[in-house]
């Protein structure tokens, strides 16, 4: 966890703290839903991630020679809000896929759009139409799953294929 997750979470230890003092079991209800969802949501970005740095580890060890770093405490627009979450950015020579997760963190960051836990952006430098919005949903199961927004407007699970197909773009 970095610096800027830890505050997050000390901040809301101490929210939660504060309403069950004050005998808000409502808000403290709020907050506790809240953390599980958090909770969910860092799981989920960090997989996203971890998947796009084993693929590219994959490909790296085949010749690839793709760069890989990660910023964490990131902050990016998705549509009218504003995502916080990690940015890994592969590269290649002058050719990089971004892939930029999170989810908004104050009221005024504003809200994941489509009923989503979190958003995930996936772009291309210099092929705009390559890129992909994603959106991670909850599963029946108790877990999240992350989705492809198509341009139809439908949602189709992201599936291994479809990830390295961006890295593939990348070598292409």
């Known amino acids: 966890m970095n610096g800027f997750d830890e505050d997050y979470e000390r901040r809301l230890d101490e929210a939660r703290a504060r309403a069950g003092v004050a005998g808000r079991g409502d808000v403290l209800e709020y907050l506790n839903l809240k953390a599980a969802n958090d909770r969910v949501r860092a799981l989920g970005v960090e997989w996203l991630l971890d998947a796009f740095t084993a693929a590219a580890g994959e490909l790296n060890r085949a010749g690839a ?16 809000s504003t995502m916080v979450g990690s940015r890994l950015v592969l590269r290649r020579g002058v050719r990089q896929v971004t892939v930029e997760a999170g989810w908004p963190r104050a009221p005024r960051d504003g809200v994941v759009r489509g009923g989503g836990l979190a958003s995930a952006q996936v772009g291309h430098f210099g092929n705009a139409r390559a890129g992909e919005e994603l959106l991670l949903l909850p599963s029946p199961e108790g877990d999240a799953r992350w989705f492809v927004l198509e341009q139809t407007g439908a949602r189709s699970e992201l599936t291994a294929p479809r990830l390295l197909r961006h890295l593939t773009l990348l070598l292409d």
């Open 65 to 80: 020679g793709l760069s890989l770093a990660r910023t964490d405490a990131h902050r990016f627009r998705v549509g009218q």
